[in-house]
């Protein structure tokens, strides 16, 4: 059949139309994949730094959101100093579930050997987080992007080795730093050493070191001030498992520091500590109390205010240690009483607390702080400070108390993506990060 010439041109007008929003919406969801199932979002928090950048990058597949409450998915990576030397990360993975409630999975951690390079470091985080990727979106149609391989081994050695060492790791370690002006220097140099043995039934740790810091400055008539103080100390720590929420065990501490008037000091004894969460759980959360009971024994550089250069005393310490780490932010606290049996006067309370919380999508409030009332300086000079030891910090002065605080809040708006890395300009100060 002929249409009428009125007809068939309206006819070919639409199916052009048709074709050119059809060629247009195939360009739209181009940079997206595909329209119909979006990569899902995806939050990143470190409370310390975990190669974010690194992170994005690899990661690329996933929109990266700024905001916990836009994402589908949020990770929590948590880094701390390893039984090993090394650093033991360790990543959360919670799922939103409605609204802006999240529900966390078991934690998963790797551990990076002593000494390992950066690229080694972010190379292992980014397989541990791509395991638990992998878990979590398996059955889903983001699942099948996932390529999977292992390296292969031949038979010789599919063989488990035994450890040469037991377990037993060695870190010796120096260090040092120079400060300097036109009328003052500061140097500092030491060095030390860490043994540890860490098994899931027990914890051994010595440590020791020595530290020597010179300081100089030029006063307003030209003269020279001149300070050199030294530092040294030893610490042994042993814990043993009872269980999945207790440990029990002794610490031993040997300090000698010429600004704090001890020519040398020792205390030490047994310690209990009973965890209300499982061991294995301590990535996401702990609330910890802490026991210890012992001797105190110091020889003073200089008399003290009771005009002693030895004393000894019975003391006791109880601590209370809670850490979170989720989704909504992070919690550290600590609190400890210190002090003398044979004379409670003599006492100290310390607390220290660093809270980062997201309150609501795009505003941050973070608080750090440390204080101590302090009633325990046994160990002052009896004589008078003179200003030249304060201004080179080779003498301790009295105190009730010391405390610092900082407090933070932050509010971000706009773009919710936070994929793209760009470097360009990046360090351009010596203090920009």
Not at 420 to 426: A, D, K, L
Request: aromatic share 12%; net charge negative.
């Amino acid at each position: 059949m002929i249409l009428p010439t009125c007809m068939s041109r309206p006819l070919r007008l639409s199916r052009a139309l048709a074709l050119a929003l059809a060629v247009l919406a195939t360009w739209l969801c181009a940079p997206r994949r595909a329209c119909a199932r979006p990569p899902p979002r995806l939050f990143l928090s470190c409370s310390d730094d975990c190669f974010d950048p690194y992170l994005r990058q690899q990661l690329s597949y996933f929109d990266f959101v700024r905001d916990v409450y836009l994402a589908d998915i949020a990770l929590v990576i948590v880094r701390r100093p390893a039984g090993t030397g090394g650093e033991q990360w360790t990543a959360t993975l919670a799922r939103r579930t409605s609204g802006r409630a999240f529900e966390s999975r078991p934690p998963a951690s790797v551990l990076s050997p002593p000494g390992a390079p950066a690229h080694a470091e972010r190379d292992r985080l980014l397989q541990l987080i791509l395991r638990l990727l992998v878990a979590e979106l398996a059955g889903t149609p983001h699942g099948e992007a996932f390529k999977i391989g292992l390296p292969q081994r031949e038979n010789l050695e599919l063989s488990s080795l035994d450890d040469p060492w037991n377990y037993w790791v060695f870190a010796p370690a120096a260090w040092g730093s120079a400060e300097a002006g036109s009328g003052y220097y500061r140097l500092q140099a030491g060095g030390g050493a860490a043994v540890r043995r860490i098994t899931e039934h027990s914890k051994v740790r010595l440590m020791g070191g020595y530290t020597r810091s010179l300081s100089s400055y030029r006063l307003e008539d030209g003269d020279r001030i001149f300070g050199d103080v030294y530092e040294w100390d030893g610490r042994a720590l042993y814990a043993h498992s009872i269980g999945s929420h207790f440990a029990l065990g002794g610490i031993f501490t040997a300090i000698g520091n010429e600004f704090e008037n001890y020519r040398w000091h020792m205390h030490g004894g047994p310690v209990i500590e009973a965890n209300l969460f499982p061991y294995q759980q301590n990535a996401t959360r702990q609330l910890r109390f802490i026991y210890q009971v012992g001797a105190w024994a110091s020889g003073y550089v200089e008399d003290n205010e009771a005009g002693l250069r030895y004393e000894q005393r019975p003391y006791h310490a109880l601590s209370m240690i809670i850490d979170l780490n989720h989704a909504w932010g992070s919690v550290e606290w600590i609190g400890q009483v210190n002090e003398f049996l044979d004379d409670p006067e003599l006492y100290r309370m310390s607390t220290g607390l660093t809270l980062s919380v997201r309150v609501f999508e795009g505003l941050t409030a973070s608080i750090e702080g440390q204080f101590a009332w302090v009633r325990d300086l046994i160990n002052l000079r009896g004589r008078t400070i003179t200003d030249d030891e304060l201004l080179l910090e080779t003498a301790q002065q009295p105190t009730d108390f010391t405390s610092t605080a900082s407090l933070s809040i932050t509010y971000t708006f706009g773009s919710a993506h936070n994929t793209v890395v760009n470097p360009r300009f990046g360090r351009i100060d010596l203090e920009d990060e």
